[in-house]
Nanobody, 132 residues
Framework: EVQLVESGGGLVQTGESLRLSCAAS?????????IGWFRQAPGKEREGVSC????????YYKPSVKGRFTISNDNDNNIAYLQMTNLNPDDTAVYYC????????????????????????WGRGTQVTVSS
């Protein structure tokens, strides 16, 4: 059973930074997976923010966070990080860590774009609030 546990959310001011962490367990040593962050703001649909492949490091970023957010994955310890800089109020949301095993037809980009459902795993979420 794959389990994902997020940490690192909080309240910051515009322009400040936060780092989110996601500890993953349940993947076999030789398994390839994509792991990433999705967010949902009040009254809005959930959207993919950034994802990374454990096998080749392929990354995906939502256009509005490119240049501000950096995703990384510590494969030895199965911990994914999302370094968020220059935060603004539009980044306020509950951030969820999610992961999926990669296979034919399941790619990191498709996963982050929300085209893979039913085979993915989710954490409980962590609140990020950016005040103006």
């Amino acid at each position: 059973e794959v389990q994902l546990v997020e940490s690192g959310g909080g309240l910051v001011q515009t322009g400040e930074s936060l780092r989110l962490s996601c500890a993953a367990s349940g993947f076999a040593v030789d398994e390839h997976y994509a792991i990433g962050w999705f967010r949902q703001a009040p009254g809005k649909e959930r959207e993919g923010v950034s994802c990374i492949s454990s096998s080749d490091g392929t990354t995906y970023y939502k256009p509005s966070v490119k240049g501000r957010f950096t995703i990384s994955n510590d494969n030895d310890n199965n911990i994914a990080y999302l370094q968020m800089t220059n935060l603004n109020p539009d980044d306020t949301a509950v951030y969820y860590c999610a992961a999926v095993r990669l296979s034919l037809g399941i790619t990191t980009v498709r996963f982050c774009a929300g085209h893979v459902r039913g085979l993915d795993y989710w954490g409980r979420g962590t609140q990020v609030t950016v005040s103006s």
